[in-house]
T-cell receptor, first 112, second 112 residues
């Protein structure tokens, strides 16, 4: 089955810096790659996603890039703010219809 | 008010007892999922269902059972065969697999 590895497990940055989280997946048939943000005590919520026919997607300060050849995708957050502090999860899914498989998460801390 | 609802928020059970966690959605989603969240382990898939009366095992299905008799409901039973049931359980739903998943607020189960 699919395996998703996520790095780093923790990331500390200063406010205004950029943060990058990277995930690798094992199955070349995977074609949907979402990123979720989970604030302390809350449910995970989708912040951005990308499909395998696209190499990059941006939404204001957040971007996701996908390298299908290398089977990895990354989340980029620019101009980080304290409210970006949370746990971020990457995930992947097959086109054939399986559930999302998640990475183990990255705890991002943004200090002001 | 549309959404996905899990109940109860906190649940305590004695070792050896089966317990059922509720998950209801009024989003008219076909797909529903159960994930287990432990510190440092990310979200691990227990079971998922693509359609009523159908469900598939995830990576950690042993000791759990589900049913999908109605589109809006996907209860999870934690049986006495689950060796380490104390955890945070998240239910989610999506229009179909391979699309954005919406999460409930979770149930924290403690077995003593």
């Amino acid at each position: 089955g699919e395996n998703v590895e996520q790095h780093p497990s923790t990331l500390s940055v200063q406010e205004g810096d950029s943060a990058v989280i990277k995930c690798t997946y094992s199955d070349s048939a995977s074609n949907y790659f979402p990123w979720y943000k989970q604030e302390l005590g809350k449910r995970p919520q989708l912040i951005i996603d990308i499909r395998s026919n696209v190499g990059e997607k941006k939404d204001q300060r957040i971007a996701v890039t996908l390298n299908k050849t290398a089977k990895h995708f990354s989340l980029h957050i620019t101009e980080t703010q304290p409210e970006d502090s949370a746990v971020y999860f990457c995930a992947s899914a097959y086109q054939a219809g399986t559930a999302l498989i998640f990475g183990k998460g990255t705890t991002l801390s943004v200090s002001s | 008010d549309g959404g996905i609802t899990q109940s109860p928020k906190y649940l305590f059970r004695k070792e050896g007892q089966n317990v059922t966690l509720s998950c209801e959605q009024n989003l008219n989603h076909d797909a529903m999922y159960w994930y287990r969240q432990d510190p440092g382990q990310g979200l691990r898939l227990i079971y998922y269902s693509q359609i009523v009366n159908d469900f598939q095992k995830g990576d950690i299905a042993e000791g759990y059972s589900v049913s999908r008799e109605k589109k809006e409901s996907f209860p999870l039973t934690v049986t006495s065969a689950q060796k380490n049931p104390t955890a945070f359980y998240l239910c989610a739903s999506s229009v179909e697999v391979n699309t954005e998943a919406f999460f409930g607020q979770g149930t924290r189960l403690t077995v003593v």
